[in-house]
């Protein structure tokens, strides 16, 4: 075979990494289960470079140079192992499965498993940026062996999207489920920004009395500062925008209601089990779970609270100010448990990662990029052993600056009876990580009282229990 990479699943993701390879000089061999698309792609972009169009799984295989990159960009689940069954008979040792969907990691790890005994090298592979990143440059995240690295590293590193300053947004993450574990959480985070991003939105709605053009005005100006990303970026595009039909705010048209295909909540579950507080990614996945459930809201009318009457003018625009703070360090606070998150898995499963390097892949082509992930990446490389982003200096030292604001956001917030969720979270782990002492040691009292699950001690070593219903005399265990 002539071909370089080839690309089995021609649905909108894999057909645009396939013209994105295509445009970067290397032939493109194409596949799909029905030949229709395939045709189609090759009449419609033929000319962007070289493609090789398959009929068949065996004309496909056929077509590849050896060791052979395929690139499978089908569903997520059953369909990535229907394709995997039908091309591992007709591979050869060396070569390499590359998926590029949003798989769960626990899968990629099995897969990974069950091809290393043939000798082929499956590579789980997150891929970020949409439609628009698949075609011109995605933040690519690869996970799978050091080796299988060598041989497709260059080619995804060509096409992926090129940070400020012009490093790739690409870099092999670690071994097996590392790259769509470290894609599952970039997802995570991207849930927690924009809840953050839109109970900003809501008190500068509600709390500073402000328009959603007004509102969208103030977000470009935030994006010219330390939150300078695409999400708020492109909130302010939203904000913007006024419906046709109506001539409404378009964001005043568009039913409340979110709804979400499910990395979230994967990331939410596999912290539960590594237990790592992912607490603002978890209020995210609540909040657009709150927000679905009509029948609930439905009970709000009868509740009552405080009616969101919006602050005074003078006291609004200074308020404006301390909603961009709060948003900050809740955004700080996100990344912190994100990435806490990212760490705890590789000790748990072997992985060796460069925490610094994950930011740095983030930095271009996804959905989370942002100036910050900068901060992360220097921050991780003062310190590969840094135990959590807030020990970080700089970090630590801007939500000093930040935190007086933040509390009276997330105050005023209770008072004016807005919801919250992502703001307080965040400054509910903040403080619990500074104080001194922490009110789990009556919990475990409790929990030695009615079920003996007995307690350490402050000032000995060893485990405790207190014979509650006798003469509360205390066993060392
Ligand atoms: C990306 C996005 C992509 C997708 C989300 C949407 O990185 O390109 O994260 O994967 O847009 O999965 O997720 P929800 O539908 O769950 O909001």
Redesign the pocket.
């Known amino acids: 075979g002539t071909a370089q990479i080839g690309v089995s699943g021609l649905a909108v993701m894999g057909r645009n990494l396939a013209r994105n390879f295509a445009r970067h000089g290397y032939t493109v061999a194409l596949h799909n289960r029905s030949a229709e698309r395939t045709h189609e792609l090759v009449d419609q972009f033929g000319d962007e470079g070289t493609f090789v169009p398959a009929e068949s799984a065996e004309q496909f295989v056929a077509a590849l140079e050896r060791p052979r990159r395929l690139v499978v960009m089908v569903k997520a689940g059953g369909p990535t192992d229907a394709v995997i069954d039908q091309f591992a008979p007709l591979l050869e040792s060396g070569d390499m499965i590359i998926d590029g969907g949003?798989a769960h990691f626990a899968d990629t790890r099995r897969r990974e498993a069950a091809l290393r005994e043939k000798g082929i090298h499956f590579v789980g592979t997150?891929?970020?940026?949409?439609e628009e990143?698949a075609l011109n440059g995605?933040?690519i995240m690869p996970g799978g062996s050091p080796e299988s690295y060598q041989a497709l590293g260059p080619l995804l590193e060509d096409i992926s999207a090129k940070a400020a300053d012009g490093s790739p947004c690409c870099a092999h993450v670690g071994a097996d489920g590392a790259g769509h574990f470290v894609?599952m959480v970039?997802?995570g985070i991207?849930?927690a920004d924009m809840q953050l991003i839109a109970e900003a939105y809501d008190l500068l709605r509600h709390a500073a009395g402000l328009e959603p053009a007004a509102i969208a005005d103030t977000f470009r100006r935030w994006n010219t500062g330390r939150l300078d990303s695409y999400l708020v970026e492109i909130t302010a595009e939203v904000l913007a925008h006024t419906d046709a039909a109506t001539g409404r705010p378009f964001v005043d048209v568009v039913a409340d209601e979110?709804?979400?295909?499910?990395?979230?909540r994967w990331t939410v579950q596999i912290a539960l089990e590594l237990g790592v507080p992912v607490s603002g990614i978890a209020e995210a996945v609540f909040a657009r779970s709150v927000s679905g459930h009509t029948d609930l809201r439905a009970v709000g009318g009868r509740l009552s609270g405080p009616g969101r009457a919006a602050l005074g003018a003078d006291e609004a625009a200074a308020f404006v100010d301390k909603i961009e703070h709060a948003l900050y360090a809740s955004k700080v606070v996100s990344y912190t448990q994100g990435f806490h998150q990212v760490q705890a898995a590789g000790a748990e499963y072997g992985w060796t990662l460069d925490l610094g390097a994950v930011a740095g892949i983030w930095r271009g082509g996804?959905?989370?990029r942002a100036a910050f992930l900068d901060r992360i990446t220097a921050a991780y490389a003062k310190d590969p052993q840094l135990p959590s982003l807030l020990a970080d200096d700089g970090f630590a030292a801007e939500i000093a600056e930040a935190q007086d604001a933040w509390r009276d956001v997330v105050a005023t917030a209770v008072r004016l009876g807005v919801p919250v969720p992502g703001f307080s979270t965040a400054l509910a782990y903040y403080d619990a990580l500074r104080a001194e002492r922490l009110p789990a040691a009556l919990t475990q009292g409790q929990r030695d009282f009615f079920g003996a699950h007995t307690y350490r001690r402050v000032d000995r070593d060893g485990v405790f229990h207190t014979l509650w219903s006798e003469d509360r005399t205390e066993e060392q265990q």
Not at 126 to 130: A, C, L, R, T, V
Not at 258 to 264: I, N, V, Y
Request: hydrophobic share 15%; glycine share 24%.
């Open positions: 949003n997150g891929i970020s940026g949409g990143g995605p933040s894609k970039h997802n991207e849930y979110a709804e979400q295909k499910g990395t979230g996804c959905i989370i």
